[in-house]
């Protein structure tokens, strides 16, 4: 495939176009009951994506370098892995299970949804602050492999574990004050303890 021109305007189930040589979303179905799948195109841009996705939304391994035109209310999980996003801006305001941003080229987490129910993985980015992060992770954060010098921006409350090894850590001041599983920070530069969780 390498257009969805004729597709139908609304699916009840899924809607799988991935691994084509799709390069843009326009004449996608406008409402998908549940996951839309793009994954493995050559998109560059979002725009022509679905208004509503009823569960999850997965755009990974594709050219984009942002997101704008992505749905605006997600269900399940949004995956935007691999590929080339140096921004946020345009995701969801809300995602009720887990995001990935993994592996692309984000310096910083403007833009990204307030709220997430599930994981939030934005590790192996070049990340080198949290600001702008989701308010609150129902699940996992992992800000592994990036370039973070500070913990400032990240959110006060995670229901699981908290990840920010591999990176360039001298302090975990600004570390989340309530987190339900381990906390992770190996592979960094600490000459302290200062800031880590005091439960």
Known sequence: LTSLEGAPNEVGGDFDCS???LTSLEGAPNEVGEDFD????????????????????????????????APSEIGGDF??????????????NEVGGDFYCSYNQLTSLEGAPNK?????????NRLTS?????NEVGGDFDC???????????????G??????????????GAPSEIGGGFYCSYN?????????SE
Do not use: M, V, W
């Open 19 to 21: 691994h084509n040589r």
């Open 38 to 69: 793009c994954g493995f195109n050559q998109l560059t841009s979002l725009e022509g994506a679905p208004n509503k996705i009823g569960e999850g939304f997965y755009c990974s391994n594709n050219k984009l370098t942002s997101l704008e035109g």
């Open 79 to 92: 995956d935007c892995s691999h590929n080339r996003l140096t921004s946020l801006e345009g995701a969801p």
């Open 116 to 124: 997430i129910g599930g994981s939030f993985d934005c590790s192996n």
């Open 130 to 134: 949290l600001e702008g992060a989701p």
């Open 144 to 158: 592994s492999n990036n370039r973070l010098t500070s913990l400032e921006g990240a959110p006060n409350k995670i």
């Open 160 to 173: 699981e574990g908290f990840y920010c090894s591999y990176n360039q850590l001298t302090s975990l001041e």
């Open 189 to 197: 530069q600490l000459t302290s303890l200062e800031g880590a969780p």
